[in-house]
């Protein structure tokens, strides 16, 4: 098995620590690395995708997941497909469109396999709808610490532990995933801007349960009477019949535009508070104040950072933090005053995005609760923002709201019980299957989890 | 685990009465930083030095550690990684000498060297292997603009300085890409009890600046940082200044 010792990091590119890579090619080489895995652990690596430490594992083992990737059976009928967990959304996507089927949940980027899916348990614009990713699992295989392969049903405390359990139950193998059925690849995307925050909020709370998929971008470096303006962006599969005649000929084409890689090297402070403000302005302006029924490509409207290879190097050396909470409804005047002290302070974000989840999903530590999401990146060298970033989680835990484990490279270990009220049984149950601490990761390191 | 901005949770101080130390165990206890080891001779100064960062809420413990019996440092390092992950190792132990004593008694200026280097030397290997092991960690090493041109007033000091200056940015070399960081802070004149009574340098700064400059190190990563950061382009001047100018200029 080709094995070696990198530095390795997370896609905010902050905090690298030194791992034994290993790339199961078999079940049998999986577990195999599992079992010979050392004193310090192990955990399972996707593409790369979760923004701080959950993926790294230093001084041990870091199982790079990728090479099983093959997709077992696609069932065209019923709808679900039976693959590997290192599978990721985008083959799927280029699979199963053709024959009429979507993933049930994609979040902003189709390069996160599967297992990876499971173990953030992601959400994605139609979490109002449909939920988080686990929630469209059957079942899934899962090698756990003593080496065995336990087949894991949905409703069961494993499953649940495992679903947003960040790698730290086992390693996922193989998953059976009920598919969302589509007429045809394109999106028809209703536009419209808000002038502030409060206009924001009025238009999702009055109007998102019309949309499969929504979501708004805020602009953050708005102050004043336009805080928190924004454009929101939301929408449906395209029905066959809404097509143009000539896109009817392929209406299931998947089609990816892809850019040029962002350089190796980029310069650093390119984004400024004036050059990130003078593209959100340009940002807001382009969008139309208000068009409906538009048809965009899917990649268009679910992932438009995955056309810009290494998008993640334009923040620099330093690399970013991703930022992303939730509160729960009642709580609108945490999400307002967290908005007001992000402007106040200039941050230069251009990536913010707010949603409002639906239901709470049944993993353990499953991020959404029903309530209002924000997330926005920064860049990790602003002065003084791990004070600031501290001061908003207490915010956030004192209207009982939390942060997303998937996103976190820098959260307080002690405001994690407050916000992952079921971390106790999560600790129980992984002291019981896992009692020598074989699965350990960065992220379980720093928040003792 | 350090963060995203370099913060570490757990601190080893070798040198740990050292002011500067404090200063930064004081500022990363203010962070993230919840245990400390302090290593040091055991004496009154070293528990008080303990008990006052109990005080800030962090977990104190310390470790007989004495620079000048290397011998012993695989025992006393060993012990203290046996407990956990160290996130920063900040080596900050060293004396000054006493030039006009040490010119006449090669024997105590035998000492200077062997506290600020040899010790070094040995405690920096101890500690860079633990830290490879864990995949991880920072290694902090105390130099000073005095390592970076010998001067007449304290040439002995200097040049222990400049081999320990020399050695660290070797193994930061040699540890690239293995998860360890190696950063070496050259600060200036600092005011503190190793100056007392001494006359005061230009750009003279505080255990406090100091403090400040390794926290901003570690968040941008830095191989060398000089406090106050002006030092950087004096001292370049001043290296290449020729001998004979060097000689005579009243620093």
């Known amino acids: 098995m080709p094995a070696d010792t990198v530095a390795v990091t997370g896609w905010g590119r902050t905090a690298p620590t030194a791992a034994q890579l290993i790339r199961p090619r078999s079940y049998q080489e999986a577990a195999a690395a599992v079992r010979e895995c050392g004193t310090r652990g192990g955990i399972p690596r996707g593409l790369g995708r979760a923004y701080g430490d959950a993926a790294q594992n230093a001084g041990g083992a870091v199982l790079d997941m990728t090479a099983l990737d093959r997709v077992h059976a696609i069932d065209v009928t019923e709808g679900t497909v039976l693959c590997d967990a290192g599978v990721s959304l985008h083959r799927l996507m280029e699979l199963l469109l053709p024959l009429g089927w979507f993933v049930p ?309 002690e405001l994690l019980t407050t916000m992952y009220p079921r971390l106790a049984d999560f600790r129980a149950l992984r002291a019981d299957l896992d009692p020598r601490g074989v699965f350990t990761s960065d992220l379980s390191r720093r928040l003792a989890l | 685990m350090k963060d995203a901005f370099g913060l570490p949770q757990s601190l080893l101080v070798l040198g740990g009465t050292s002011e500067i130390a404090l200063a930064t165990a004081r500022r990363l206890i203010a962070r993230r930083t919840r245990t400390v080891w302090l290593a040091g001779r055991p004496s009154p100064a070293l528990d008080r030095a303990a008990t006052e960062l109990r005080g800030l809420g962090a977990e104190v413990h310390t470790v007989a550690f004495d620079a000048l019996e290397p011998e012993a440092h695989e025992t006393a390092l060993g012990k203290v990684f046996a407990e956990g992950d160290i996130d920063l190792v900040l080596l900050a132990f060293g004396v000054l000498g006493d030039q006009a004593r040490d010119e006449r008694d090669p024997a105590s200026a035998v000492r200077v060297a062997q506290t600020n280097y040899t010790g070094a030397v040995s405690a920096c290997l101890v500690a860079a292997r633990a830290l490879q092991a864990q995949g991880h960690g920072s290694l902090v090493v105390l130099s000073s603009v005095a390592g970076e041109r010998a001067r007449r007033a304290n040439f002995i000091y200097g040049s222990s300085k400049a081999g320990l200056d020399a050695f660290a940015q070797g193994l930061g070399d040699a540890l690239y890409g293995t998860g360890v960081h190696v950063m070496v802070v050259r600060p200036g004149f600092v005011r503190s009890k190793m100056t007392a009574g001494l006359p005061e340098a230009p750009l003279a700064t505080t255990p406090e600046e100091v403090a400040a400059a390794v926290e901003l190190g570690l968040r941008r990563r830095s191989e060398t940082v000089w406090v106050p950061g002006a030092l950087r382009v004096v001292m370049s001047a001043l290296r290449h200044a020729p001998r004979a100018v060097f000689r005579r200029l009243p620093v």
């Not at chain 1, 990130?276 to 382009?286: A, C, I, P, T």
Request: hydrophobic fraction near 40%.
């Open chain 1, 105 to 413: 949940v994609t979040p902003g980027t189709r390069y996160v396999t599967v297992g990876g899916a499971i173990g953030a348990d992601i959400h994605g614009k139609n979490h109002h709808v449909s939920g988080s990713f686990a929630r469209h699992v059957r079942s899934f295989e899962l090698l756990t610490a003593d080496g065995l392969v336990r087949t894991v049903a949905q409703g069961t405390p494993l499953f649940d532990a495992t679903a947003g359990g960040m790698g730290l139950t086992g390693v996922i193998l193989t998953a059976a995933v009920r598919l969302q059925p589509v007429e045809t690849s394109l999106m028809s995307v209703d536009t419209e801007r808000a002038a502030d925050l409060d206009d924001l909020m009025a238009r999702l709370t009055a109007t998102d349960h019309r949309y499969r998929y929504s979501v708004a971008w805020i602009d953050l470096l708005a102050r004043g009477a336009a805080t928190g303006r924004a454009v929101l962006t939301r929408g449906d599969h395209a029905p066959l019949d809404a097509l143009p005649a000539r896109a009817r000929r392929a209406p299931l084409a998947f089609r990816t535009p892809r850019l040029p890689a962002a350089p190796a090297v980029f310069p650093e402070g390119l984004l400024s508070r004036r050059t990130v403000g003078l593209f959100n302005e340009l940002w807001f302006r382009k969008a139309p104040r208000a068009r409906t029924g538009e048809l965009q490509r899917m990649s268009t409207f679910f992932h438009p950072l995955d056309g810009v290879p290494h998008w993640n190097r334009v923040y620099g050396r330093g690399g970013f933090v991703q930022y992303q909470f939730v509160v729960g409804h009642g709580q609108e005047e945490t999400l307002r005053r967290i908005v007001r002290r992000i402007s106040e302070r200039r941050c230069p974000s251009f990536l913010a995005v707010l949603k409002r989840f639906g239901e709470a999903d049944p993993g353990w530590l499953s991020f959404p609760v029903p309530g209002w999401t924000l997330a926005l990146d920064l860049p990790a060298g602003l002065p003084g923002l791990a004070g600031f970033l501290d001061e908003l989680d207490d915010e956030v835990a004192a209207a009982g709201g939390r942060v997303y484990l998937a996103k976190d490279s820098r959260l307080r270990p």
